[in-house]
């Protein structure tokens, strides 16, 4: 994924209110972002990092930029939860995902009863449906999710489970968006619920798929696949 705006460059003050970030251009001009990231951002929020912010031009918003990445460890970490969802679209549509196959057919925002799955793909043997999250949290080698108690998390992993016993294709794709990690792994400190929830999906039939992203100021683009401790 290409950002077709050039970036602007700053630190950041502080975020509050969980979806707001002060920010202080490199003119110094202090502005405010639209934060989309609503968990904690635990291991990716640190105050007077460098950061990057995407210009908004529409007047009915009231934060003209949107905060997209934030400098840790000397490596850019993606924090936009919107922008997992374009990368797999874009991926699952060009088959560059190991093992999610070749389809002719690829939507985005498709409905299964009363969940709406980020992205739907079918050929002429199988049709899939994929749920997709964004993962930031690190803790040692390991990449977690997730960050915060997710209560729709589990919702969609058991809608995931209905779209097997029907016969489908039922994936969780994990986007990592960071570098410096090796293994993905349910967050079970923090959310327990949600990890047995995974498990139980896996027992099911719900595959699971993780792929690490590389974070740049001009474009983000899918790596590797990690391995998974469920």
Known sequence: M???????HGKLIKRYKRFLADVELDDGTVVVAHCTNSGTMKSCLENGAEVFLTPVNDPKRKTKFTWEMIKINND??????????????????????????????????????????????????????????????????????????????????KTLMQVKKEGMRA???????????????????IDPDYAAALKLAVENGVEVVVMKAKIKPEAIRLTNPLPVEI
């Open 171 to 189: 994936v969780m794709l994990y986007i990592v968006q960071r570098s410096d990690v090796e293994v993905f792994a349910p967050a079970k400190e």
């Open 76 to 157: 850019w970490v993606g924090i936009n939860t919107g922008i997992p969802n374009i990368l797999a679209y874009e991926a699952i549509l060009n088959n560059e995902i190991p093992g999610l196959g070749v389809y002719t057919t690829v939507q985005r925002e498709v409905k299964f009863g009363d969940s709406r799955f980020d992205v739907y793909a079918e050929n002429e043997d199988e049709k899939c449906f994929v749920e997709v999250k964004n993962v930031t949290l690190k803790e040692g080698k390991y990449a977690l999710f997730p960050d915060a108690v997710t209560t729709r998390g589990q919702k969609h992993l």
């Open 2 to 8: 290409v950002f077709k705006e050039k970036l602007i």
